[in-house]
């Protein structure tokens, strides 16, 4: 099921406007791992590069553990990264594909929403995560 992502879009838009960039690797990084584990199947380890509240949430709504989520949803192949747009402590990574949004949680990134495509009425519209 995808989520409507409007408020870290939002916040992202905002934050452009300002001029606010910060260093982008390791948004970039924590983005390229995830894509990697799912391409593999490796389920464990794409659910440990989710946000924690992220993982908690898609379990809750979907009935299912975070690795059975991740199984059953079909997110598109990425293709490289286009560019990566990092302000404060979240980040947009956009790949050729796919767009993915990141956190810093703790003192490392995670992923907060993946499978993430622009709509028209809301700015995106994500498979995994989002709020």
Sequence with gaps: MRRIFPATAATLLLLTATGCAVDTAGATKVAEDFH???DASNWAAAC????????????????????????????????????????GREALVEFEGDAVFVAV?????RVTAAGCTPREETPYSCEVGGR
């Design 36 to 38: 990697r584990a799912v």
């Design 48 to 87: 440990d590069l989710l946000q924690p509240t992220i993982r908690e949430k898609s379990e809750e709504q979907n009935g299912d553990d975070c690795q059975s989520h991740l199984a059953s949803v079909h997110l598109r192949v990425p293709g490289q990264v286009v560019k990566t747009e990092a302000y």
């Design 105 to 109: 949680s703790g003192s490392t990134w």
